[in-house]
Every structure is written in C-alpha cells, then in structure tokens.
C-alpha cells in the first residue's frame, strides 16, 4: 500500500468548509485512495473513496489531482460533530479487503 | 444503514479469565475483522474471516482465538486474559463484492483486564 502524509492538526471554524490534504506521491495506478474519520471513543466511520475523479456524497467531497499524487477531502460547511481524526488511505480495491492501515491522520477541530 | 453491534461498550475482567466479545452485523456481508487500538499503536488487526467457519491470522493473533459459525457474528475470545490486552476492541465488516476495503465498524468495546 502507498504511503500517505497527513498535517497533524486543522482548525475550522463552524459552517465553513474544512479542507484536509493528503500526499499520497507513490501510488500506484490501481490504488484508490479512501477517507475515514474517528470522533472520539468511537468506532471509524468510512466517508468517502475514489480512484481518479473527483467524488461527492452526502458526507464530504473528494478531489484528486490529475497525477494522484494528493488529494483533498472537502466538508463543505463543517459542524462541531465533524470534530475527529481523519484518515486517508491508499489501496487497491479487492473483495477480501484485509486490515485497513490508519496512519496518524489529521485532528481536526471545529470551533464555534 | 449499515450495523455493526459488539455486545459491551464497557468490560472489567480478572487476570486470567476466559473473555468472550461479540460482534453482529446485520448488512449480510462475507468478511469480518477484529483490530485492538492502542494509544500511538493505531489499530492492529487480530483475525479476520471471509466465510462462515474461516478465519484468518492477522498481525497479532497471540493469545486471541475467534469463532464464526453464523455469516452474521465473529466473535473475539481472549482464553486467559493477562493485562497487556487491556485496549479498545474493535469489529468490522465488509461486503466481498469489490468493496471490502469500505469496513463499517462498531462502536468497540474498552476493556480492562485487572
């Protein structure tokens, strides 16, 4: 699996977007990059995943650079609930999964 | 919406009791996992299975064991429990139609051994 590179910590402000990067320069062309989120003492929650095109759903967008080497999750008008740790992922898909490898993530913050 | 239900939120046990946590899901999927998170650790897959009476070892099996004798509950059975297992025990599972790597969690179990 590609490595990733998330910063350590966000700030946002409520109702504004919340915008979380990722490096993921070593990807691979059949890896998908997926994000999860963990609010505190709380099981990880999967947001979103994609391959090349940007995605949306009813949680978050997602947009990658045309080279794949980042990509950014979106929370268009975040709320104090959206206060957790993000992971972004990079694997191919497959039917068997296998163990999900959360790496450090980004604590993000909402503030009133 | 997907479910993904452990048994206990909360677990106190003794040194060397025989520990049993449960796992349901009601989404009919073919895969299931257990992973333990640790402060600094992350999470760490135990065992994970694919089918009905299948199981597969995952990076810290020691003293752990699981049993799936229905698709819709894996259950994690710590046979003596000692207090390096003391952690946050998560379940997990996914579909086999492509997606296994969107895992739905549950809300995990925090137990400590004494």
């Known amino acids: 699996d590609a490595k990733t590179t998330q910063p350590t910590s966000m700030d946002c402000a409520e109702g504004r977007a919340a915008n979380l990067p990722c490096n993921h320069s070593?990807?691979?062309?059949?890896?998908?990059v997926y994000w999860y989120r963990q609010i505190h003492s709380q099981g990880p929650q999967y947001i979103i995943h994609?391959?090349?095109n940007n995605e949306t759903n009813e949680m978050a967008s997602l947009i990658i650079t045309e080279d794949r080497k980042s990509s950014t999750l979106i929370l268009p008008h975040a709320t104090l609930r959206d206060t957790a740790v993000y992971y972004c992922?990079?694997?191919?898909?497959?039917?068997?999964?296998?163990?999900?490898?959360f790496g450090q993530g980004t604590e993000l913050s909402v503030k009133p | 919406d997907v479910k993904v239900t452990q048994s206990s939120r909360y677990l106190v046990k003794r040194t060397g009791e025989k520990v049993f946590l449960e796992c349901v899901q009601d989404m009919d999927h073919e895969n299931m996992f257990w992973y333990r998170q640790d402060p600094g650790l992350g999470l760490r897959l135990i065992y994970f299975?694919?089918?009905?009476?299948?199981?597969e070892k995952g990076d810290i099996p020691e003293g752990y064991s699981v049993s799936r004798e229905k698709k819709e509950r894996f259950s994690l059975i710590l046979e003596s429990a000692s207090t390096n297992q003391t952690s946050m025990y998560l379940c997990?599972?996914?579909?086999?139609?492509?997606?296994?790597?969107?895992?739905?969690f549950g809300a995990g179990t925090r137990l400590s051994v004494l």
């Open positions: 992922i990079v694997r191919v898909e497959g039917n068997q999964g296998g163990k999900l490898i």
């Open positions: 299975s694919y089918d009905v009476k299948m199981k």
């Open positions: 070593t990807i691979s062309g059949n890896e998908y």
């Open positions: 994609g391959l090349k």
């Open positions: 997990a599972s996914s579909s086999y139609n492509g997606q296994g790597n969107i895992q739905y």
